[in-house]
């Protein structure tokens, strides 16, 4: 009877307590970079690139909800893909699984960056557009209070001219 090895994705599994190994983690909320580190499984598990993660998208954007800065999220991808490939280097034997966590750790990372960097997109088209509106408003306020300004002064020319004749 022959046993099957466990997959790639499995082995690296094994590894997440000491890649996400933090002092900072709450009770509530995934260590900083799990969502990374998931997308890394995911990668594994698939061994196909899909395009966008929609779950590392999630998590990042969820994170960033929370109050995570962009730079804090960048951080902690960045340290745990460092953690990941040195564990990787240690717990795998073959250089060919080696190779392909790395690749997938990479993929994960720079997927992970440009999920942050379409999130800061969106939020700066919104706030410039935002930003546009309440420029149009003040200004429409402005033509208004100078309209106003006008028909004050030409009823007070009028009221003038009237009191001028009596």
Known sequence: MSRTSPSLADRVAVLRDEVLATAENS???????????DAVL?????????????????AVAR?????????KVLADAG???RRLLAAAQRALRDPADELQVASVVAEAASSAARIVAMLVLGRVARERAAQLREEMAQERLGHALERQREELARLEEAVARTQGRS
């Open 27 to 37: 009770a509530d909320r995934e260590p900083p970079g799990s969502e990374v580190f």
């Open 42 to 58: 995911r990668g594994l598990a698939v061994s196909t690139e899909t395009g966008l993660d929609l779950a590392l998208h999630d």
């Open 63 to 71: 994170r960033l909800a929370w109050g995570d800065t962009e730079a």
């Open 79 to 81: 340290e745990v893909c």
